[in-house]
């Protein structure tokens, strides 16, 4: 089976601009959560979607929002980007039936820098 | 809310040592999984562990679930230069989200 993949892997965007991101889980993974890693603050849970429906979030201000898609496929949206959003920010997917459902696979993610 | 914390932030193993990694949950977590991040790469799924007391062994690294599945830890034996990473320990809250440790970032003194 194919792994997570992400694009683009690299991004440079100014303050004020918005970015979409975009992640493809494995085959049959109907559930995809959203990280954004950085050095500081670890791996920080932004949102995961199951069935095109937003299950969980994290606590990130309303400018990170995300859609999931009827094939799995999601996107993670920032608007209004700021110097910290500069990030690692890795997409997981999993079967997502529940609590032993739940092994994340991670793709390679999108290193996005904002100057 | 659930907070997982892990210690130490860093780890410098000699080659050939041992070292453990601990990961504490303010709640009690119905699992906790082990996940591995080479520098450079994304994290990658260890194993999870379910059941009070679990112990799980692969290869030279051995992890534990507390009886009262509040805690985990990771041990390494016999470190070698591939052990080089950052471990992360991960709890649900519920179902359907994880709680990541800020991770043990493991360096190697050949």
């Known amino acids: 089976k194919a792994g997570v993949t992400q694009t683009p892997r690299y991004l440079i965007k100014t303050r004020g601009q918005q970015v979409t991101l975009s992640c493809s889980p494995i085959?049959?993974?109907?559930?995809v959560s959203w990280y954004q890693q950085t050095p500081g603050q670890g791996l920080q849970f932004l949102f995961e979607?199951?069935?095109?429906?937003?299950?969980n979030k994290g606590n990130f201000p309303g400018r990170f929002s995300g859609r999931q898609f009827s094939n799995s496929r999601s996107e993670m949206n920032v608007s209004t980007l700021e110097l910290g959003d500069s990030a690692l920010y890795l997409c997981?997917?999993?079967?997502?039936?529940?609590?032993?459902?739940?092994?994340?696979?991670f793709g390679p993610g999108t290193r996005l820098t904002v100057l | 809310g659930q907070q997982v914390m892990q210690i130490p932030q860093y780890q410098h193993v000699q080659e050939g040592e041992d070292f453990t990694t601990y990961c504490n949950s303010s709640?009690?977590?119905?699992?906790i999984q082990w996940y591995k991040q080479r520098p450079g790469g994304h994290p990658v799924f260890l194993i999870q562990?379910?059941?009070?007391?679990e112990v799980k062994k692969q290869k030279r690294l051995t992890f534990q679930f507390g009886e009262a599945k509040k805690n985990s830890s990771l041990h390494i034996t016999a470190t070698q230069t591939t052990d080089v990473g950052t471990y992360f320990c991960?709890?649900?809250?519920?179902?359907?989200?994880?709680?990541f440790g800020a991770g043990t970032t493991v360096t190697v003194r050949a």
């Open positions: 085959s049959g993974h109907r559930s």
């Open positions: 979607y199951f069935s095109e429906t937003q299950r």
């Open positions: 709640t009690t977590l119905s699992n």
């Open positions: 997981a997917s999993s079967l997502g039936g529940g609590t032993n459902d739940n092994e994340q696979f």
């Open positions: 991960a709890g649900p809250p519920n179902d359907y989200k994880l709680s």
């Open positions: 562990l379910v059941k009070s007391g």
